[in-house]
């Protein structure tokens, strides 16, 4: 099997958030797929097939952490629309099967790619007892992010909260099914981005997330009704970081970023 390791949401290497990718012919059992993302050891690994023509998508698409199968991921299906794209091995916009529904990825003239994911449904929530002490920060407003994602969006003071955080990972793995979404509004909109996020998902097997696609289908209606417009960008500010350009339409929101391949190897086991 060849396997590409993908840096995905940022235009150069060793940034934005890393995905392993292997296109295949068909999927092998759940157990394999498990262990090879296991082994890639990243926040996620994408396995893509073709489809026969004619039928509603042309891959079909999932998605493992090292520790389990997820329903969404939108740093991995960038990683694969790229390695598609890149390789000729698919020309034009391509439809994904997925436990999420069928997504489209399409190509941009500058080289970026547009993801169209569903948008999260969003639910205001009483900040649960503890979130607090566990995140470190005092929570503005909190809200569940529907099924699709399974995280707890939680607004936050600034910007300033937003990069200074530390917080107690195993007590956040209580609060929600996959972790929680911190977010505040940009300090200074002039730097190119009108807010910050960073995200903790302990209970996939990932502490911190460098650039999460999925997260930003909740952050973008919730920061389009704040700011007044339904085009935005997004900085996560994890180490790694990396930008999304967002798009709110309606039921529909559109992902667009830049990748990378850093790495193009052969799996031997």
């Not at 970026?112 to 929570?139: K, R």
């Not at 979404?181 to 995200?199: H, K, L, M, N, Q």
């Not at 996560?236 to 709110?248: D, F, I, N, W, Y």
């Amino acid at each position: 099997m060849r396997i590409r390791i993908v840096d995905a949401f940022t235009d150069r290497p060793f940034a934005g958030n890393p995905a392993g990718v292997l296109l295949l012919d068909s999927f092998p059992d759940d157990e394999r797929l498990q262990s090879i993302a296991l082994e890639v050891n990243h926040a996620e690994t994408a396995f893509a097939h073709p489809l026969p023509e004619g039928g509603e998508a042309d891959w079909a698409l999932r998605w493992f952490t090292p520790a389990t199968e997820v329903d969404m991921c939108g740093h991995a299906t960038l990683a694969t629309a790229h390695v598609l794209h890149s390789t000729g091995a698919h020309e034009g916009a391509v439809r994904f099967t997925t436990r999420s529904g069928v997504l489209v990825a399409t190509p941009r003239e500058d080289g970026s790619i547009t993801l169209d994911f569903p948008t999260a449904p969003l639910t205001p929530v009483e900040a649960p007892d503890g979130v607090a002490e566990a995140l470190g920060a005092q929570p503005l407003s909190v809200l569940d992010t529907g099924p699709n994602i399974g995280d707890l969006l939680v607004e936050l003071a600034d910007e300033k909260t937003i990069h200074g955080l530390s917080p107690d990972l195993r007590a956040l793995g209580a609060y929600s099914e996959r972790g929680i979404i911190a977010t505040a509004r940009a300090e200074d909109p002039g730097r190119g981005y009108d807010f910050v996020s960073r995200c903790f998902f302990p209970n996939v097997g990932i502490d911190e997330d460098p650039v999460t696609g999925s997260a930003h289908t909740a952050l973008a209606p919730f920061w389009s009704q704040r700011l007044g417009s339904p085009v935005l960008t997004g900085l996560q500010a994890s180490p790694r970081s990396g930008r999304v350009r967002t798009e709110l339409r309606g039921d529909r929101t559109l992902l667009t970023g830049r990748a990378v391949t850093v790495i193009d190897g052969e799996l031997l086991a």
